[in-house]
Structure formats: structure tokens, C-alpha cells
Nanobody, 118 residues
Framework: QVQLVESGGGVVRAGGSLRLSCAGS????????MGWFRQAAGKERELIAH????????GYADSVKGRFTISRDNAKNTVNLQMNSLIPEDTAVYYC???????????WGQGTQVTVSP
């Protein structure tokens, strides 16, 4: 059974940092693009960071650029999201995803809540 399991969410004050991790199992993810989506209450799910399968090139939504960093460890089947300078608008459920085309993921994690207090 293929699974993605996120960890590291929680409550943090504005200006603080959190590190999300996502561990994959059931198959190798090194040949898939991986990314992080988030969904705030009442809003659509959006892709905020992604990392390619081959070159490891990264991309970010404008809302997190310069504050968030995505990385992956193919040997461990993991992808991480370092979130710095958090603001209340970052409050959302964060989902790890993987797929040949990251905008259409084949696999999703269950989500982890991140809450940033003022």
C-alpha cells in the first residue's frame, strides 16, 4: 500500500518556524515530482512548493517565496518543508503530494494542521 505520512504541524506564533516532513512508503518516490499543498478554511487547495524528480529544481508560490524551503531525500523517500517567518495567513491544513505531474498528484498525504497565532 502506497502511503505519504506528514508530520511536524502544530501551533506557532507569528514570526516563528516549523518544519514539516513527509515520509513515503510502498514504492520509491525518486522518480516522482513531490510537493506541498495547503488548504485554508473556506479556500481552495493550492500548490505552494514543489521539487522535481530529476534535477531537484524547486518552485514556490509567491505567497511563500523567500520564507519556505522544500527539500527531498530520495534515499529516505522523504520530502520536507521548512517554514520560516510564519504569518497568520499561513494557517491551513498542509498536504504532501507526489506524482508524475505535481499539479495532478497520484498520491496524497492525510494532511497536517498548521496554525499561526498573531
Amino acid at each position: 500500500q502506497v502511503q505519504l505520512v506528514e508530520s511536524g504541524g502544530g501551533v506557532v506564533r507569528a514570526g516563528g518556524s516549523l518544519r514539516l516532513s513527509c515520509a513515503g512508503s510502498g514504492r520509491t518516490f525518486s522518480n516522482l515530482g513531490m510537493g506541498w499543498f495547503r488548504q485554508a478554511a473556506g479556500k481552495e487547495r493550492e500548490l505552494i512548493a514543489h521539487i522535481s524528480r530529476r534535477t531537484g529544481s524547486t518552485g514556490y508560490a509567491d505567497s511563500v517565496k523567500g520564507r519556505f524551503t522544500i527539500s527531498r531525500d530520495n534515499a529516505k523517500n522523504t520530502v520536507n518543508l521548512q517554514m520560516n517567518s510564519l504569518i497568520p495567513e499561513d494557517t491551513a491544513v498542509y498536504y504532501c503530494a507526489a506524482g508524475l505531474v505535481i499539479m495532478r498528484p497520484n498520491y496524497w498525504g492525510q494532511g497536517t494542521q498548521v496554525t499561526v497565532s498573531p
